[in-house]
């Protein structure tokens, strides 16, 4: 591949359709519907929890032991806080649950919404010519919400898979732990590049599916594994942006 020939025009070509389509204000709409999905997902994630704590038989083992985990590597105190928490999600479950699943479902209907949009305008996707009708519009609503729930569905499914593997990952590289550096690298570089596939993933289905055009799976992957990348590189980013922040409040006195 010739850098100069090849992938220069493709990089000036993508930024200056960038700049066409207005990219940057599309990104800023759609962080504000998602912000304000992310308390119906949390409010669906603690219900899910509450419902494993009410109805698995070994429950009461494991949250003992999880907070007796908590109580020794950090206080008793936050473990007493956190056992308080729990006895309250495993009261009020269900209703929760409801609740979480209504809210969730307008939630992301706005977020994928919000992205339909801006994938049809970055795919130049034709305006239809004649205005919708009533039931027309009704079905058209119909269809976004559900296809967005839907799409929360897979995402959240395919965040669950990272976690488990990343248990499994975590359990494999214990026999490394004679070996520090060697085991510490090892797992670094698995658990990054396990969080690249699966970011993939989800990056590929949200590119694929909401725009209201046929795209292929050969347009999409280049853009998946780029994007995957760079949303690892910004959470370091921004976790070192919180940890300086941090050190210079704690300096100021704030």
């Known amino acids: 591949m010739n850098l100069k020939t090849e992938f220069v025009p493709v990089l000036k070509e993508a930024f200056s359709e960038f700049l066409e389509d207005e990219a940057g204000q599309l990104g800023a709409a759609l962080a504000y519907y998602a912000m304000f999905s992310l308390f119906p997902l949390l409010l669906l994630l603690v219900a899910a929890l509450g419902f494993v704590l009410r109805y698995w038989d070994n429950a009461i083992d494991v949250q003992q032991q999880i907070l007796g985990a908590v109580s020794r590597n950090f206080s008793p105190q936050l473990s007493e806080t ?65 296809f967005s729930f839907g799409m929360v569905l897979a995402v959240g499914f395919l965040l669950l898979v990272s976690m488990a593997l990343t248990g499994i990952s975590q359990a494999l590289l214990q026999g490394f732990s004679d070996l520090p550096l060697l085991g510490s690298v090892a797992g670094v570089a698995l658990g990054l590049l396990l969080s690249v596939v699966l970011n ?39 976790a070192w942006y919180i940890g300086r922040s941090a050190q210079s409040y704690s300096a100021y006195g704030a």
């Open 200 to 238: 993939t993933l989800v990056f590929a289905l949200l590119f694929k599916y909401p725009p209201d055009t046929v795209v292929q799976w050969r347009d999409v992957w280049l853009g998946a594994a780029l994007t995957a990348v760079i949303w690892e590189l910004a959470k370091y980013i921004l």
């Open 82 to 146: 956190l056992s308080g928490i729990l006895t309250g999600v495993k009261s009020q479950a269900g209703g929760a649950t409801i609740v979480g699943l209504i809210t969730l479902l307008m939630g992301a209907s706005g977020v994928f919404q919000q992205l339909d949009v801006s994938f049809n305008k970055i795919w130049k996707v034709p305006q239809p010519t004649t205005p919708l009708t009533m039931v027309q519009t009704i079905v058209k609503t119909i269809r976004t919400r559900l």
